[in-house]
């Protein structure tokens, strides 16, 4: 199993944006779906965005409009769009494949942060 690595994260102004970057070695794109999860100091995880084998995008309702999630087959890379930052999106981003484990999928990265002040 590869694992993803997350890059891009920093500290930003509300209402500002940020791009977050995973890689996935090993055309894992093209076998695994994609994921963003994010987790805020003292909360649960929570999912945030997918993006499958064929390109169809998901998001939850808090991101739905100010993010956007895309991926480049050639690259082995998911980016995350960020816009119009908002305090309440401060936390830690975790990229994720998903799908068959026979595939390789089902693996975390480390996370990279993200801090958004108001």
């Known amino acids: 199993q590869v694992q993803p690595v997350e890059s891009g994260g920093g500290s930003v102004q509300a209402g500002g944006s940020l791009r977050l970057s995973c890689t996935v070695p090993g055309s894992t794109s093209t076998r695994c779906g994609m994921d963003w999860y994010r987790q805020a100091a003292g909360k649960q995880r929570e999912w945030v965005s997918s993006i499958s084998i064929a390109g169809i995008t998901t998001y939850a309702d808090s991101v739905k409009g100010r993010f956007i999630t895309s991926k480049d087959k050639a690259k082995d890379m998911m980016y995350l769009q960020m816009n119009s930052l908002k305090p309440e999106d401060t936390a830690k981003y975790f990229c994720?494949?998903?799908?068959?484990?026979?595939?390789?999928?089902?693996?975390w990265g480390q996370g990279t942060q993200v801090t958004v002040s108001s």
């Open positions: 994720k494949t998903s799908g068959s484990v026979s595939y390789g999928c089902g693996v």
